[in-house]
T-cell receptor
C-alpha cells in the first residue's frame, strides 16, 4: 500500500498565480480531508469529502480556495489567485468508514 | 475558546524522565479521542487512541476524563526518539461528521 500520495512535495510560486495541489487517497478509503498547517494556527480542516461528495467546506478560508474530488482516487485543492498568507503545509488525509486516518506527506507551499 | 486546547510547551526533559501532557476539549458531545505524533517537517501519525477506561501501549499511557473533558498522555522512561510534537485530537461527534479537530500541539525534546 503506497499510502496517501500528495504532489507536489514543494511548490514555490509568485503572488497572483494559480496553485493546484493533488492528492491520491488510499484505495478503498471513502473519506478524504484537506488540512492546512501553519505555525500560528496549527492544523486546520479546510474541507472533507465522503464518497467523493463535499460534506463540509466551512474551513475553506475564502473564495480563492476550491476543492474537487472527481473520483474516488483523486482530489485537488486549488488556490486562485495565490497570496503570501497562503504559505503553509497542506496535508491530505484519507479514512475508511471504520476509521483510522492516514495523512500524506504534505505539500509545502511558499507564495512570494 | 478553542475546541481543543493543549499545554503549549515546549517540554525539555532528560532521557529516562517521565513526562505528561494535558489536553481539554470544549464539546461535551465529542465521541472519539486520539494522540497523534508529528515529527519535524513530517505528517501527523496516529500514536494511540484514548478510551474511557484508559489504555496503555508500552511506555505510553492515555487517559480520558469525560466529566472534566480532559485527556492526558503519559510517557515513561522517555527516549531520544520520543522528541516530537504531540497533538491531541478529537472527533467532535459521531456519524458522518468524522473530521479530526487538532490541538495546537505540545513540543517535546528529550535530551541526552
Amino acid at each position: 500500500d503506497a499510502g496517501v500520495i500528495q504532489s507536489p512535495r514543494h511548490e514555490v510560486t509568485e503572488m497572483g498565480q494559480e496553485v493546484t495541489l493533488r492528492c491520491k487517497p488510499i484505495s478503498g478509503h471513502n473519506s478524504l480531508f484537506w488540512y492546512r498547517q501553519t505555525m500560528m494556527r496549527g492544523l486546520e480542516l479546510l474541507i472533507y469529502f465522503n464518497n467523493n461528495v463535499p460534506i463540509d467546506d466551512s474551513g475553506m478560508p475564502e473564495d480563492r480556495f476550491s476543492a474537487k474530488m472527481p473520483n474516488a482516487s483523486f482530489s485537488t485543492l486549488k488556490i486562485q489567485p495565490s497570496e503570501p498568507r497562503d504559505s503553509a503545509v497542506y496535508f491530505c488525509a484519507s479514512s475508511p468508514w471504520t476509521g483510522g486516518y492516514t495523512f500524506g506527506s504534505g505539500t509545502r507551499l511558499t507564495v512570494v | 475558546r478553542k475546541e481543543v486546547e493543549q499545554d503549549p510547551g515546549p517540554f525539555n526533559v532528560p532521557e529516562g524522565a517521565t513526562v505528561a501532557f494535558n489536553c481539554t476539549y470544549s464539546n461535551s458531545a465529542s465521541q472519539s479521542f486520539f494522540w497523534y505524533r508529528q515529527d519535524c517537517r513530517k505528517e501527523p501519525k496516529l500514536l494511540m487512541s484514548v478510551y474511557s477506561s484508559g489504555n496503555e501501549d508500552g511506555r505510553f499511557t492515555a487517559q480520558l476524563n469525560r466529566a472534566s473533558q480532559y485527556i492526558s498522555l503519559l510517557i515513561r522512561d522517555s527516549k531520544l526518539s520520543d522528541s516530537a510534537t504531540y497533538l491531541c485530537v478529537v472527533i467532535p461527534s459521531s456519524g458522518s461528521a468524522r473530521q479530526l479537530t487538532f490541538g495546537s500541539g505540545t513540543q517535546l525534546t528529550v535530551l541526552p
